[in-house]
């Protein structure tokens, strides 16, 4: 079986190197399939809501043809930002696999705290489980991004 968390962390890097956004990858998944594989697309787009995790569920979508992800999982190389959790929710996406927790974007810039906070009170495990990975293909991505030449136009 393909290592899904790693694909994950290839598209950040690609996304990284073009200048394309962040340096987030995600894929989605269903019956052990990659569906869909993306990475932010913020910058190239000129588009806030082009998060990976957002371009990989249009993408599956389309390929299924289907607005229903019932029974995908994602892997994400970031903890998901609140507009990506709904996302992923309202795609019924079941699982979500995430590399670096939301500590660790915002030590990069990527501070979406006050917007977890603001939903603090809404039950996320109720629709979706959501678990840490420790994929070492994904070792050293964020301090790439420290040294990427894309990072002063985020």
């Not at 993306?38 to 998060?51: C, E, F, I, Y």
Request: include cysteine; proline fraction near 4%; hydrophobic fraction near 40%.
């Amino acid at each position: 079986m393909p290592d899904f968390m790693h694909i994950a962390c290839e598209e950040a890097r690609r996304g990284i190197e073009s200048g394309d956004g962040g340096p987030f990858g995600a894929v989605v998944v269903k019956d052990g399939t990659v569906i869909s594989s993306a990475h932010n697309m913020v910058l190239a787009t000129n588009d806030s809501t082009a998060h990976a995790e957002i371009v990989a569920i249009r993408k599956a979508e389309q390929a299924l043809r289907t607005y229903d992800l019932s029974g995908c999982e994602m892997y994400a190389t970031s903890y998901p930002c609140p507009m990506c959790l709904a996302a992923v929710m309202w795609a019924r996406i079941g699982r979500v696999t995430y590399q670096y927790g939301p500590e660790e974007a915002a030590r990069l810039g990527f501070d979406d705290q006050a917007f977890h906070q603001a939903f603090a009170s809404a039950d996320f495990a109720r629709f979706i489980e959501i678990r840490a990975s420790a994929e070492p293909g994904c070792a050293g991505l964020f301090e790439r991004w420290l040294t990427s030449d894309h990072r002063r136009q985020y």
